[in-house]
């Protein structure tokens, strides 16, 4: 049972390209999050989803798009890079018993 | 609206030694309340969480929390640490049902804790 997979887990982007990181459950839970942690500041919510087809903006969705075809896959988009976007990536992913399970991360730096 | 606020952005304790982490919280509604741990280049593992009941809850690697509703604290305690024990930790909140902040979980800063041999 692999639980949450992230991918890739570094990646360096130049200003203005755009890349998309993966993230995948296996546990069949209905509610995913992307987050980014950036030191001191704590995780901040971009975006989730509660179910395929439903998504919503948390507290910094701006530069991001998401979108959940499928129960199990939830791909996090940045269109157009910026420096402001160099943070740790996590996603995770969660049942009815509030417990979120998380991925390891994607390091992404901007430059 | 739900924040959350831990109160030190680092504690440094020896080997052996006793710890507190706290976490204040504010909310309009009731809150499930959680405490992650991350190790380095890792993601968060949840040590343990309070949904309802008895107010004092333990969890994995011998960390307990209370949760005091009238001081909206839930902080968390070890009586003996260890080296392992060097991680990141998080508090977190969770609106308990229905509202816009429904099933979105609200963190903290994070405490580094570092312990020395």
């Known amino acids: 049972n692999a639980g949450v997979t992230q991918t890739p887990k570094f990646r360096i982007l130049k200003i203005g390209q755009s890349m998309t990181l993966q993230c995948t459950q296996d546990m069949n839970h209905n509610y995913m999050y992307w987050y980014r942690q950036d030191p001191g500041m704590g995780l901040k919510l971009i975006y989730y989803?509660?179910?395929?087809?439903?998504?919503d903006k948390g507290e910094v969705p701006n530069g991001y798009n998401v979108s959940r075809s499928t129960t199990e896959d939830f791909p996090l988009r940045l269109e157009l890079a910026a420096p402001s976007q160099t943070s740790v990536y996590f996603c995770?992913?969660?049942?009815?018993?509030?417990?979120?399970?998380f991925g390891d991360g994607t390091r992404l730096s901007i430059l | 609206a739900q924040s959350v606020t831990q109160l030190d952005s680092q504690v440094p304790v020896f080997e052996e030694a006793p710890v507190e982490l706290r976490c204040n919280y504010s909310?309009?509604?009731?809150?499930?309340l959680f405490w992650y741990v991350q190790y380095p280049n890792q993601g968060l593992q949840l040590l343990l969480k309070?949904?309802?009941?008895?107010?004092l809850v333990k969890g994995i690697n011998g960390f307990e929390a209370e949760f005091n509703k009238s001081q909206t604290s839930f902080h968390l305690r070890k009586p003996s640490v260890h080296i392992s024990d060097t991680a990141e930790y998080f508090c977190?909140?969770?609106?308990?049902?229905?509202?816009?902040?429904?099933?979105?979980?609200?963190f903290g800063q994070g405490t580094i804790l570092t312990v020395h041999p």
């Open positions: 977190a909140v969770l609106q308990a049902a229905g509202g816009t902040s429904y099933g979105k979980l609200t």
């Open positions: 909310s309009s509604v009731s809150v499930y």
């Open positions: 309070y949904l309802s009941g008895s107010t």
């Open positions: 995770a992913s969660r049942v009815e018993r509030w417990a979120q399970h």
């Open positions: 989803s509660v179910g395929a087809g439903i998504t």
